[in-house]
């Protein structure tokens, strides 16, 4: 197991149900866990485990039945729904499988509504240069690859200097070459602006470039270690 300490995220005896009666599911079991600042955190799990379930009890998109979670010593299960709005504005930036682009607008566009939720956003030049984006930046989503769709979203997720990423599948829909380079950059990421990082995912290979590994199996979680030895993400076969 993990150690627990005072972690950045740390979560206790948190329980997740849905329905009533007889319909009654519980997806989350008493989860208790810490993940500490600067680490990138890999969650994996059968469909059904509560993957998606805990990533959105993180990010204030649904409430805890019961337990806690606090996010750097701030219990957001207290939280009243405004001061969960600037807590979700603030501290979090959220990354989909399915990029979830404005249409209409620009890559540099996309990125930039985002910017304006922060109160100390990045340069987004500089943004736009480290993704690789700095030539498509006036481009439009459909005419940009996936890879690049997703790098914007990752844009649009960082230029926030969220003290917490929460994703969601992000190499989901992506190629095997795609995804590799997806994964170096948000180890470069991790490396070079220190956001923690939660990544839901089914790709295996992903744990061993994480530094903290959690496994949920029926609602519990069955694995939670730290990785002694990490690889880097170009090295990564699957």
């Not at 807590?87 to 979830?100: A, H, K, M, S, V």
């Not at 995804?179 to 220190?194: D, F, Q």
């Not at 923690?196 to 744990?207: C, G, P, S």
Request: a negative charge.
């Amino acid at each position: 197991m993990a150690t627990q300490g005072q972690g950045f995220l740390s979560i206790s005896n948190l329980t997740k149900s849905y329905g009533a009666g007889e319909a009654r599911t519980q997806v989350l079991k008493g989860i208790s866990t810490e993940v500490d600042k600067g680490e990138i955190c890999v969650l994996f799990g059968p469909s059904g485990s509560g993957k998606s379930t805990f990533l959105n009890m993180v990010g204030g998109l649904e409430p805890a039945d019961s337990g806690s979670i606090c996010v750097d010593g701030v219990d957001i299960t207290k939280l009243n729904d405004h001061d969960m709005v600037e807590y979700r504005r603030r501290e979090l930036g959220f990354i989909f499988q399915f990029y979830n682009l404005v249409p209409d607008l620009t890559v540099r566009e996309n990125i930039e509504v985002c910017q304006y939720l922060s109160r100390d956003p990045l340069p987004i030049d500089d943004l736009l240069h480290s993704l690789g984006l700095w030539e498509h930046r006036g481009k439009f989503p459909n005419q940009v690859s996936g890879g690049q769709q997703q790098r914007c979203a990752i844009g649009r997720a960082l230029v926030k200097n969220p003290s917490l990423l929460l994703c969601d599948e992000p190499t989901g829909a992506l190629d095997y070459h795609t995804s590799k380079e997806i994964l170096e950059l948000m180890e470069r990421v991790n490396r070079e602006y220190g956001s923690t990082m939660i990544i839901v995912t089914h790709n295996d290979a992903i744990r061993r470039m994480s530094h903290h590994v959690l496994r949920l199996r029926d609602g519990m979680l069955s694995e939670d270690f730290r990785n002694e030895h990490l690889m880097p993400a170009s090295e990564l076969t699957w």
